[in-house]
């Protein structure tokens, strides 16, 4: 897909109204992202407003911490490394410690990286991934490089899978995309089975009535990222009370603090001896 493809298919939307919806909404973000794609240049997505606050991550103190950890691996320079290169692709700004890198492209390999040593597993090994909520597609390549050679699943807003389709296109992939565009999010959007869901703050910006339908599939593994609270609600208090107390039963969960303050990782896996939360 080229910039003019990506315009057309957004022209090609329903549309939303004139007026803008409430701010700090997705019915915002959506708005805003249609008026990025009709006016700004393609090329340098990455630096728009709605694309920096809501699905890239800048260079901070504690994505500095990740990269450092990336790096103490033993296989930074064989694995890591070329797994998080940046290709130009949306103009992203460098990492001024890791200038053939982007701070986002970092963040999505420290999460698979905590998804490794948490399971044990290796996503090259899987055959199918779900992601909920998938940003502009950064995960999903990173895990190609990795070696996943499966499908990999994007549920997201209509405006965001057109985005993951013109980021990836402009890769040369390892794995087959499927986007599955839903408006709104609703758990029979979700294909199942799969090897592994992945939820970085979707899930967790999610209506409380409607999570526990996103985790009672036919899934092996699950990787969700979530701040403590979103709005009214005690994320923290619901990934203990929903994940370890019978949402998704027949997995042992992890739950543990990510580098960030006030964020955390929450894994389960139905492969581990015994269920294990470490909190």
């Known amino acids: 897909m080229n910039e003019q493809e990506l315009k057309d298919a957004f022209a090609a939307l329903p549309p939303m109204g004139d007026q803008p919806p409430p701010r700090y909404t997705w019915e915002r973000h959506r708005w805003e992202m249609r008026r990025h794609v009709q006016r700004d240049d393609v090329g340098c997505f990455l630096g728009w407003s709605t694309v920096t606050a809501t699905m890239f991550a800048g260079e901070t103190p504690f994505i500095r911490s990740e990269l450092e950890a990336l790096r103490a691996q033993p296989d930074w320079e064989s694995r890591w490394l070329p797994a998080i290169q940046d290709s130009g692709v949306g103009q992203a700004p460098r990492m001024s410690s890791e200038p053939s890198t982007n701070a986002n492209m970092v963040h999505q390999a420290f999460h698979l990286m905590m998804w490794n ?4 597993r290796e996503v090259r090994d899987l055959e ?11 995960m999903c390549l990173v895990a190609s490089r990795l070696g996943f050679k499966g499908t990999w699943r994007m549920v997201d807003f209509p405006e965001m899978c057109l985005l993951q389709s013109y980021y990836l296109s402009r890769h040369d992939l390892g794995c087959a995309v499927e986007f599955l565009p839903s408006e709104p999010w609703v758990a029979e959007d979700l294909p199942t089975p799969a090897d592994l869901y992945v939820a970085c703050y979707s899930l967790s910006e999610t209506p409380l009535v409607e999570r526990a339908a996103y985790l009672d599939g036919q899934v092996g593994s699950y990787l969700l990222a979530l701040q ?11 990934v203990r009370q ?3 107390g019978g949402v998704a ?7 543990f603090p990510m580098v960030r303050p006030g964020h955390w990782y929450a894994m389960g896996g139905m492969w581990w001896p015994s269920p294990t939360v470490t909190t």
């Open 228 to 238: 403590e609270q979103w709005d009214d609600v005690d994320n923290l208090w619901w």
């Open 242 to 244: 929903a994940l370890v």
């Open 128 to 138: 199918t991934v779900t992601e909920f909520g998938g940003g502009y597609g950064a």
């Open 249 to 255: 039963r027949g997995l042992n969960w992890r739950i």
């Open 117 to 120: 040593k948490a399971t044990l």
